[in-house]
Structures are given as structure tokens and as C-alpha cells.
């Protein structure tokens, strides 16, 4: 009987503390919704930001934002699945390993600001970057880094050992055995760490208003492409820019009241971009695992 | 098998097959713990040879130094040597590369362990790592692979499709097809049965009884009733050591050793 009762209680405990967390999310984004849903039109996707709250749009900072997860995926992906397939299929177990792996879970653990100080006296300075959508990538490829490489290694321990020992049965390399076993069966894992990570680097303000992003920006980074040849061009990844939570920091350090709502609205869409990058991610783990069973 | 008369048994043992391969005082260590205690003895040439004994006495470690698996993992270590005929290699030299040992030898694990690829693609599979390029060759290696090992028929309409849609017993066979399909001088097969049920457990059998036409078989079982319908020779091992190894039909039933005697009429292990 007293058994029973403990269970209950606990079941209880557990329900309340469940329900702290979903209804706090619930409360905060249904009233950023209804604040900012009203402001919501296709002039608030591209429209620049304005001194008129009533005209001011989001242009520069979802394509900001954009640009710099671009950059930010190109640095991070091959970086930390290269280094989480090194640690699980090439590197011997040691000391050396170990102090690797201890390092790896505090970089996750560091606080995101530093990582901005780093790239302000790194990318900025040092490599003379400068304030750009280049320096603001590469600063939250770092950041999401550990994410990335945490997430692979999961992924690659998940494979059943039988399948490299069948692998290299058959006479393969480390190489091949990665290329044809050890990368295609952890994509999905690999995939969704990449996507939780982006998430978080999507919503990060910190660091990137520590190396500089402009809070107000009322133009576009140059195209990607052009008319003439070579087509395409890099010139915007050296370009000043702003992201969607600068703009929406921005916004709510106004005094007027219109401006309060430009920013629910902009959280709101940077809530629902988030959202969207997990629901893609758990998707593409249920296809990518459709087709693999052991 | 019936029992040979032994005038018959002195005859067998005089006309001995070429030796394939050969262990010669072989040790192995797994870190500190000495798992092999110097082992030497022979493996005959298109022949099976069956390694017995009782769980943890170091036959399937034994059977992985072949195709020297434990350098897959740190800590281990060989002593003596496995000569591989007709080159007279030694498979432990430090200074011969693993893949190029499992590049002529050939294995099948325990467990089924089918890529989780099109059943095509895990037969070719060895052919695609050895850099075969011709789309020709590797379909007619595949085809020809998958009649050696009597899975053709049953699966030549299925080809494109997931291997582990297969039975237990279908997934082995493809197994051998895969090592099969690299033309291997010796085939190890760690207990290759001992997953599945009688029915698929037959088959792999007879397959193994025609496959020793072109290809050495060394093969580690649990069970001793195996052991004695595949083989030709058997060593029976414990804690580490070689017991007994002679002709098959000899040793379940003359064994020499008291305690290979034990062991085979089920009093212990």
C-alpha cells in the first residue's frame, strides 16, 4: 500500500515538473504570438528596419541569419564529423584520447560569450576579418563544434561491431570501411545533431554582438551570384550584417510600444525557424533509419 | 561416419593432405592474459578442420589470428607463427599489413551479419574494396558467389533488395557468397550455425561438405555432433592449449587423450 502511494507520488512530481516546463514555453510563445502576429505580413519579410515601427521588416536580418548558418554549417559539419570519426574508428583509446573527450564536453559547456571574445580578438582582429558575416560563421561553427562532433560519435558507437568486423573480414581499409559502412548508417544520427546544433546557433546573440554585428542595417550583402563570369562570387561573406535575435534585441531596447511588438513578431518567426530545423531533423532520422536494421 | 578399420586409419594418416596453413607455437595475449599457449598444429588443404572445446578455451581466438583480427583492437599480442602455404608467409609478421592477410582469407561470423545493403551490394562488397571497376566482372563474381554458396535460386529475383529481408539461415549463406566472392584460399567460420535452427543449420553444412572442393575450411563449433559430420580433422582444445588434433573419425573415437575423451562423450564441458 505505502509502495503504491510512493508511486503516485512520484508519477505527481514528475507531471507537475513537466508541466512547468511546456506551460512556460506555452505562456511565452503564445504571448509573443498574440503580440506579434498582427505585425506579420509579407512587408514584415521585406522590409529593412526603419525608424517607423510601422514599416520596419526583418529583410536584412533573416538574410543575415541565413547567410551566417551557411557559413557557420560549412565550417562545423566537416570539421566535427571528421573529428568525431577520428576519435571513434582511428584513434587509439589513451590518455591523450581522454583529455580530447574531457575537453570536448566542457567546450559545451562553455558559455557562449567567450566563444565571441575568442573570435573578436581571433577572426576579427587577428585574422583581420573583420565585422563580417565570415567572422560571425565562423565563431558559431565553434560554438556548435562539440555539438556536432558529441552527436557523431552517438551515432558511429551506435553500429554494431559485427559490421566492421565483417567489413574488414572482407580485407578493407579504416577508409573503406568509413566510406561505406561508418558514414552512411550514422547519417541520421549525424544529421540530427548537425540540425539541433544549427537550432541552437540560430538563436545565439552574444557572441555575435560581441565581434560586431550591426544592430541597424538597411541593406543586403552583395548576391552570391552575378551576371557576368565567374558567376559566382564570395563578397558577401565579408559584408557587415545583422541576425534575427540582434534585430529583436534591437527592437526591445526601444521605448515605443509598436516597436515591443516588431520584436514578438520576430521572435515569433525565429521560434517557429527553430522549430522547424528540429521537426526536419526528426524526420530525416526516421527516413535515413527506414532502410538500416542490424 | 562409420568407423574405419584402423589398417585403413594408418593409410589415411600416411596419404595426409597438402598443408595449407600451419601454426607453429603460436601464443597470444590479450594484454596480460595469455589466451593461446603455444598451439602447433596443421591445417590440411581442401579439407575441414574443426576446433572443439569447451567455451573460453581459445578456439575462436585461435581461428581470429588467422586473418590476425586482434589487430583490429589494442593490447593484443601474437608469439610463433602461422606459415600460409604455398608462399610460405608467416600471417603474424609485424611486417606484413593485416588487409593484406585478409585480402586471402575469408571469414563467417557467428551471428549473420549482413550490411544493411541491397543483397547485391554485400556480395560485391569485397570485390568494390579490392577496386574492381568492371560493372561485368562484378556481376558475374556475384552471380557465380551466390551459386557457390546454393542462395542463387532463392534469391537471383531479389538481388536489389535489402539483405536483411532474408532468413536467418538465407543471411548466412550470403554471408559465405560475400567471402566467397574474393576467390579465398581459407575460410574461417566462427560457430556458424549456432544462430540458426536445424533446417538452415543442415544446409550450411552440405554447403560446407561441397565448398571444401576448392577452398580450405577451418571451423570453430560448439557442437561436437558437427564437428564430426563436417570435418575431416579436429583438435580439441582447453584452457588455452591444443589437447588433441588427429583425423577426425580417430579422434571421436580412439582419442588419445583422457581428456578429449571426456569432453566428446559429454562428462564434462
Known amino acids: 500500500m505505502r509502495r503504491k502511494h510512493q508511486d503516485v507520488v512520484f508519477a505527481l512530481v514528475g507531471i507537475v515538473a513537466l508541466m512547468i516546463a511546456v506551460l512556460t514555453f506555452l505562456a511565452l510563445f503564445v504571448n509573443m504570438a498574440l503580440d ?61 584520447t581522454d583529455l580530447i573527450e574531457i575537453n570536448i564536453t566542457n567546450l559545451a559547456g562553455v558559455p557562449s560569450i567567450v566563444y565571441g571574445l575568442l573570435a573578436l580578438g581571433l577572426f576579427v582582429y587577428q585574422f583581420g576579418l573583420g565585422q563580417s558575416i565570415l567572422s560571425a560563421g565562423l565563431t558559431l561553427a565553434l560554438l556548435i563544434l562539440p555539438v556536432v562532433i558529441v552527436a557523431t560519435r552517438e551515432a558511429i558507437r551506435s553500429i554494431p561491431q559485427v559490421i566492421r568486423e565483417g567489413s574488414y ?30 537550432a541552437r546557433a540560430i538563436g545565439e546573440t ?72 528540429n521537426a526536419f531533423a526528426i524526420w530525416l532520422r526516421y527516413r535515413l533509419r527506414r532502410n538500416i536494421k542490424w | 561416419m562409420a568407423a574405419l578399420p584402423s589398417a585403413t586409419q594408418h593409410q589415411v594418416v600416411e596419404a595426409l593432405p597438402a598443408t595449407k596453413a600451419e601454426a607453429r607455437g603460436l601464443s597470444f595475449y590479450y594484454g596480460d592474459f595469455q589466451a593461446l599457449k603455444g598451439i602447433s598444429m596443421p591445417v590440411h588443404e581442401r579439407q575441414v578442420t574443426a576446433l572443439i572445446g569447451p567455451s573460453g578455451c581459445g578456439k575462436s581466438t585461435f581461428l581470429r589470428c588467422f586473418n590476425r583480427m586482434h589487430d583490429l583492437y589494442p593490447g593484443n599480442r601474437y608469439e610463433g607463427e602461422i606459415i600460409l602455404q604455398p608462399d610460405n608467409t608467416n600471417l603474424l609478421a609485424g611486417s606484413l599489413d593485416p588487409i593484406d592477410v585478409r585480402m586471402r582469407i575469408g571469414m563467417v561470423f557467428q551471428k549473420p551479419n ?23 566482372t562484378i556481376e558475374e563474381k556475384v552471380e557465380q558467389a551466390l551459386h557457390d554458396a546454393a542462395l542463387w535460386d532463392e534469391v537471383k529475383d531479389r538481388l ?39 533446417i538452415a543449420t543442415a544446409s550450411i553444412e552440405e554447403l560446407m561438405h561441397d565448398l571444401k572442393k576448392r577452398v580450405t575450411i577451418l571451423i570453430v563449433t560448439h557442437n561436437m555432433q558437427q564437428a564430426a559430420r563436417v570435418s575431416d580433422f579436429t583438435a580439441y582444445m582447453y584452457l588455452g592449449e591444443l589437447v588433441e588434433f588427429g583425423v577426425t573419425d580417430e579422434v571421436f573415437i580412439k582419442p588419445q587423450k583422457k581428456q578429449t575423451e571426456d569432453y566428446i562423450t559429454g562428462r564434462f564441458g
Open chain 1, 36 to 96: 506579434g502576429l498582427p505585425r506579420l505580413d509579407w512587408q514584415f519579410f521585406t522590409n529593412f528596419p526603419s525608424r517607423r515601427a510601422a514599416q520596419a521588416g526583418i529583410l536584412s536580418a533573416w538574410v543575415g541569419s541565413t547567410l551566417v548558418m551557411v557559413v557557420t554549417a560549412f565550417f562545423a559539419v566537416p570539421l566535427g564529423v571528421a573529428a568525431g570519426v577520428y576519435l571513434e574508428e582511428y584513434a587509439r583509446k589513451n590518455w591523450v
Open chain 1, 169 to 198: 573480414a572482407l580485407g578493407a581499409t579504416r577508409w573503406q570501411t568509413v566510406r561505406y559502412h561508418i558514414l552512411p548508417y550514422s547519417s541520421a544520427g549525424i544529421l540530427t545533431g548537425i540540425i539541433i546544433g544549427m
Open chain 1, 206 to 277: 552574444a557572441p555575435i554582438i560581441t565581434i560586431g554585428a550591426l544592430t541597424f542595417i538597411a541593406f543586403l550583402p552583395p548576391a552570391p551570384v552575378k551576371a557576368e563570369p565567374p558567376f559566382v562570387s564570395l563578397d558577401w561573406v565579408m559584408s557587415p550584417f545583422t541576425v534575427m535575435p540582434i534585430q529583436m534585441f534591437n527592437w526591445t531596447s526601444r521605448p515605443e510600444a509598436a516597436f515591443q511588438d516588431n520584436a514578438a513578431a520576430a521572435g515569433f518567426v525565429l521560434v517557429i525557424m527553430t522549430l522547424a530545423m
Open chain 2, 114 to 136: 549482413p550490411f544493411p545493403k541491397t543483397v547485391f551490394e554485400n556480395v560485391a562488397y569485397g570485390l568494390r574494396v579490392r577496386g574492381e571497376g568492371s560493372r561485368r
Open chain 2, 160 to 198: 536489389r533488395q535489402p539483405a536483411y529481408n532474408l532468413s536467418g539461415g538465407q543471411q548466412q549463406r550470403l554471408c559465405i557468397a560475400r567471402a566467397l566472392a574474393t576467390d579465398p584460399e581459407l575460410l574461417l567460420f566462427d560457430e556458424p550455425t549456432s544462430a540458426l535452427d536445424p
